[in-house]
């Protein structure tokens, strides 16, 4: 597609439930990140995939975070047992370290909201 | 550790003033620096980026930024904002061999009145 895309755009779930946010990157872009972000607060940086390579996984804040990325496609972030401080946004960006080394380019988010 | 902080949470201004966003970061190594934009109901899209040569950095939309090693300061800059420059900015950086991953400011936000 043209862009990152990210769904939902929006979610609200109960403290303890299961949830699984998408992100489709820029097809060829082999380099994909999730971020957080927190109300008034900076992109808080969570888990990076690039190529076929051990994903680094030293942001994520818990074992109730994970992330999966097949190939240089779809990625999925799930975060079980949600908590009320797990509510933000939740960023997906892509790029082709190749050609644009580093410039990052962000989907519209994911609204997580834990009641 | 990368940090990275931005001065200011929130700044006001009127159209046609001039807009200086403060940015200092720690890494002790080489380092590439980005701002991004957030405009309301938008993505956050690259305004502009150093990765070497000239320390002063044009982007879009009539911003610079200026990267002043010997202060670890990466101040953004547009000599007159309008009124569609109100949006949330946020300062980047890259160091070392973190694989791409950005250390991002707490951003500011800015609101230029017509």
């Known amino acids: 597609g043209a862009g990152v895309s990210q769904s939902p755009s929006n979610k609200v779930t109960e403290k303890g439930k299961d949830v699984e946010l998408r992100c489709d990157p820029i097809?060829?872009?082999?380099?994909l990140y999730w971020y957080r972000q927190r109300l008034g607060q900076g992109l808080e940086f969570l888990i990076y995939?690039?190529?076929?390579?051990?994903?680094?996984k030293s942001g994520l804040p818990s074992d109730r975070f994970s992330a999966e990325r097949t190939g240089e496609s779809v990625s999925t972030l799930t975060i079980q047992r949600t908590q009320q401080e797990d509510s933000a946004v939740y960023l997906c960006?892509?790029?082709?370290?190749?050609?644009?080394?580093?410039?990052?380019?962000f989907g519209p988010g994911t609204r997580l909201t834990v009641l | 550790a990368q940090s990275v902080s931005q001065h200011n949470h929130h700044v006001i201004l009127s159209e046609a003033a001039s807009l200086e966003l403060g940015c200092n970061y720690s890494?002790?190594?080489?380092?590439?620096l980005f701002w991004y934009v957030q405009y309301p109901g938008q993505h956050l899209q690259l305004l502009l980026k150093?990765?070497?040569?000239?320390?002063l950095v044009k982007g879009i939309k009539g911003f610079e930024a200026e990267f002043i090693k010997s202060k670890f300061s990466f101040n953004l800059r547009k000599p007159s904002v309008q009124w569609s420059d109100t949006a949330e900015y946020f300062c980047?950086?890259?160091?070392?061999?973190?694989?791409?991953?950005?250390?991002f400011g707490q951003g500011t936000i800015l609101t230029v009145h017509p």
């Open positions: 960006a892509s790029t082709d370290l190749m050609s644009s080394y580093n410039e990052q380019f």
């Open positions: 097809s060829g872009h082999t380099a």
């Open positions: 995939f690039q190529g076929n390579s051990a994903p680094d």
């Open positions: 890494y002790g190594g080489t380092v590439n």
């Open positions: 150093y990765f070497s040569g000239d320390p």
């Open positions: 980047a950086v890259h160091g070392g061999t973190s694989y791409g991953k950005l250390t």
